[in-house]
């Protein structure tokens, strides 16, 4: 961590919000893209909002023991998992329903036919990714899209680095099944797992 984040973090958790918006401009990128990949990118604005309604509450919790990205990362996590389990228990169909019509983002792509095929790969990693149990979900992500050691996904979700790697290789098992249910080559869709 810099010093420069040091002294952020520090002044934010004595009630400095020029401080906390400092840090806010700095990591929201990171934030938000992870709680897209985690609760898809309609909600992914207001889960990211929900991180830092959570930050601000918790920074004077912050004992810099892990870096702040990693610490920023397991209440992503964790605000993500939260969200989807009040959606999931809500509206479980129709958020279902609505994130396999999730649209694809306009791009410049010279084949329309690979472009096609393109999204529809994303779209059935998408779904397949909505099958794999929460925690398991949660690891496969941080592994796979975001890039994330195996210890670093064990200091996020606050789990010993065995169960990290377990975690990841269990819903890639998972998500392997959905793939392949039917009847497609799941080596096809690998290239299209940064969804």
């Given amino acids: 961590m810099s010093a420069r984040d040091r002294r952020l ?16 401009r700095a990591y929201s990128d990171l934030v938000y893209r992870g709680a897209a990949r985690m609760v898809g990118s309609e909600d992914a604005q ?9 930050v601000w509450a918790n920074i004077k919790s912050f004992r810099g023991e892990s870096a702040f990205s990693t610490w920023l990362y397991r209440i992503t996590v964790n605000t993500c998992l ?16 609505e994130t396999t ?22 779209e ?12 398991h979900r949660a690891a496969l992500v941080l592994r796979h899209m975001d890039g994330l050691s195996y210890a670093e996904i ?8 065995g169960t990290a790697k377990g975690w990841v290789s269990r819903g890639r098992a998972a998500m392997l099944v959905t793939l392949t249910q039917d009847g497609r080559d799941p080596r096809l869709l690998r290239p299209s797992l940064s969804v």
């Fill in 124 to 135: 059935e990693v998408r779904v397949a990714l909505g099958s794999v149990r929460e925690d």
């Fill in 101 to 122: 019509h999730l649209s694809e983002p306009s791009g410049g792509a010279a084949d329309p036919e690979a472009a096609v095929l393109n999204s529809e790969r994303r």
């Fill in 82 to 97: 939260s969200v989807q389990r009040k959606e999931s228990r809500r509206e479980d169909r129709e958020v279902e329903e």
């Fill in 154 to 161: 064990a200091e996020v979700l606050d789990v010993p680095d």
């Fill in 46 to 54: 207001d889960a990211a909002q929900e991180v830092w309604v959570r």
């Fill in 9 to 24: 973090i520090a002044r934010a958790s004595k009630g400095d919000v020029d401080a906390f918006s400092r840090l806010v």
